[in-house]
């Protein structure tokens, strides 16, 4: 009897190893927005690894800066480096204010960009013509699928140890990105981008997976996608692609988007 209940058994494990996706379901993960430099912007996303090894982004957010696009992305590293949500002790120059520069140190570098259209890795980390513009009343609505062969190694697996930052500030609370509060951002001329106002690059909000625990600063620094974790240059430079996102049009389109939206 035992060896008759045997042999019915194994067509059925053979039709498991034949097609080992099947019995895979797609896997949900909830972050929790919470508004940075107390912008008093919130929101949710859900993260959502397909059964074909895909990422589908959804995310809904309230108190952004109206009428304007809001650069976003995914952070972190999927090499064990251990990063997360930065709080107030991150402003190192005490203006009251965390940049992109001191938060990168916290949540590390782009690890994907949550542009609309186009592409997605970390060159495309201030193309504003492609990201998100929040509505006349702060309301800001994503939702994008990018494929698995565009999603850089180790996402899938790693999607738990992953979290999103939006950024773009109204300091001064005059509904636009100016220079009159926080001067010219540091970061954006830093890859050569002239004339953009700290508001428009400083951080809004950010939200790790829940139930991930939030842990120290590595010793190696931030990840800059070269496998190295001693490398404590700027990760600004690699932060953006360099030259790549330089082109005549992408600043022109920069500029436009984000000075004097009056």
Do not use: W
């Given at each position: 009897?035992?060896?008759?209940?045997?042999?019915?058994?194994?067509p059925?494990?053979?039709?498991?190893l034949a097609?080992?996706?099947?019995?895979?379901?797609?896997?949900?993960?909830?972050?929790?927005l919470?508004?940075?430099?107390?912008?008093?912007?919130?929101?949710?996303?859900?993260?959502?690894?397909?059964?074909?090894?895909?990422?589908?982004i959804?995310?809904?957010?309230?108190g952004?800066?109206?009428n304007?696009?809001?650069?976003?992305?995914?952070?972190?590293?999927?090499?064990?480096?251990?990063?997360?949500?930065?709080?107030?002790?991150?402003?190192?120059?005490?203006?009251?204010?965390?940049?992109?520069?001191?938060?990168?140190?916290?949540?590390?570098?782009?690890?994907?960009?949550?542009?609309?259209?186009?592409?997605?890795?970390?060159?495309?980390?201030?193309?504003?013509?492609?990201?998100p513009?929040a509505?006349?009343?702060?309301?800001?609505?994503?939702?994008?699928?990018?494929?698995?062969?565009?999603?850089?190694?180790?996402?899938?697996?790693?999607?738990?140890?992953?979290?999103?930052?939006?950024?773009?500030?109204?300091?001064?609370?005059?509904?636009?990105?100016?220079m009159?509060?926080?001067?010219?951002?540091?970061?954006?001329?830093?890859?050569?981008?002239?004339?953009i106002?700290?508001?428009?690059?400083?951080?809004?909000?950010?939200?790790?997976?829940?139930?991930?625990?939030?842990?120290?600063?590595?010793?190696?620094?931030?990840?800059?996608?070269d496998?190295?974790?001693?490398?404590?240059?700027?990760?600004?430079?690699f932060?953006?692609?360099?030259?790549?996102?330089?082109?005549?049009?992408?600043?022109?389109?920069?500029?436009?988007?984000?000075?004097?939206?009056?």
């Amino acid at each position: 009897m035992r060896l008759s209940r045997a042999l019915l058994a194994l067509p059925v494990a053979a039709l498991v190893l034949a097609f080992p996706g099947v019995a895979q379901a797609d896997e949900s993960v909830q972050v929790k927005l919470l508004d940075l430099n107390e912008t008093g912007a919130t929101g949710t996303a859900t993260l959502t690894a397909t059964s074909g090894g895909d990422l589908k982004i959804v995310i809904r957010s309230k108190g952004m800066t109206p009428n304007s696009p809001h650069a976003q992305h995914v952070h972190g590293a999927a090499n064990g480096m251990d990063f997360h949500c930065p709080d107030k002790s991150a402003d190192a120059n005490g203006n009251g204010f965390v940049s992109t520069e001191e938060g990168l140190k916290m949540y590390g570098d782009i690890f994907i960009s949550l542009t609309n259209t186009g592409d997605t890795t970390k060159a495309s980390g201030l193309a504003v013509d492609r990201m998100p513009k929040a509505d006349a009343q702060g309301n800001l609505t994503y939702e994008r699928t990018i494929p698995a062969a565009e999603l850089p190694e180790g996402t899938i697996e790693h999607l738990k140890d992953l979290h999103i930052v939006q950024h773009g500030i109204d300091a001064n609370n005059n509904g636009t990105y100016d220079m009159d509060a926080l001067g010219e951002s540091t970061f954006a001329k830093s890859i050569g981008v002239n004339g953009i106002p700290a508001e428009a690059t400083d951080p809004a909000t950010c939200g790790m997976v829940s139930g991930a625990a939030a842990g120290s600063v590595p010793a190696g620094g931030v990840d800059t996608g070269d496998g190295s974790t001693t490398d404590n240059r700027s990760p600004m430079l690699f932060a953006v692609g360099g030259v790549a996102l330089l082109g005549a049009a992408g600043t022109l389109v920069a500029r436009r988007r984000l000075v004097g939206q009056r």
